[in-house]
């Protein structure tokens, strides 16, 4: 199921959160730097697999934090800039979801996926998520509510 909601994805209670990402190591701008400000581990761990070259467009990055028991998938969605790329962000999307049910995490929060930063339209990313409305995993996709 895709559900689309307004408002503040970090007030929203789902312990397991996805977001796009650069594969240049960089969160900092946008939704990605509030990722990195709350999650200063996960943000190093990124940052490593990016510097090693292994964070790929398309790519997946389960990171558990053991402290609340959260899951943040960081989907590698763009090199840097507004490049969003929509075969990356579907790809990556699609290696989520199985992580997701290895893991049985059942439901994930998520902004508007590169439509930020990235300078995707609204529309191709909904075009891009109309793929997983039977997926075994519900995508809650968060537009903030300034």
């Known amino acids: 199921m895709i559900k689309y909601v307004k408002g503040d994805l970090f007030e929203s209670g789902l312990r397991n959160l996805a977001?796009?990402?650069?594969?240049?190591?960089?969160?900092?701008?946008?939704?990605?730097?509030?990722?990195?400000?709350?999650y200063p581990v996960m943000y190093q761990a990124y940052r490593a697999l990016c510097q090693a070259?292994?964070?790929?467009?398309?790519d997946?990055?389960?990171w558990l934090d053991v402290n609340t028991n959260t899951v943040i998938f960081n989907l590698?969605?763009?090199?840097?800039?507004?490049?969003?790329?929509?075969?990356?962000i579907d790809l990556a999307i699609?290696?989520?979801v199985s992580q997701a049910k290895m893991i049985h995490v059942t439901e994930i929060g998520m902004p508007?996926?590169?439509?930020?930063?990235?300078?995707?339209?609204?529309g191709e990313l909904q075009e891009i998520l109309a793929d997983f409305h039977s997926s075994a995993v519900d995508l809650i996709v968060y537009e903030y509510n300034a």
């Open 19 to 38: 977001q796009g990402c650069n594969t240049r190591g960089v969160m900092g701008a946008g939704i990605s730097r509030t990722f990195r400000e709350r």
């Open 94 to 96: 699609h290696n989520m």
């Open 60 to 62: 997946s990055m389960p």
């Open 76 to 88: 590698a969605t763009q090199n840097l800039g507004e490049n969003a790329n929509p075969d990356a």
């Open 53 to 58: 070259h292994e964070f790929k467009l398309g």
């Open 112 to 122: 508007w996926i590169g439509c930020g930063i990235g300078g995707l339209k609204f």
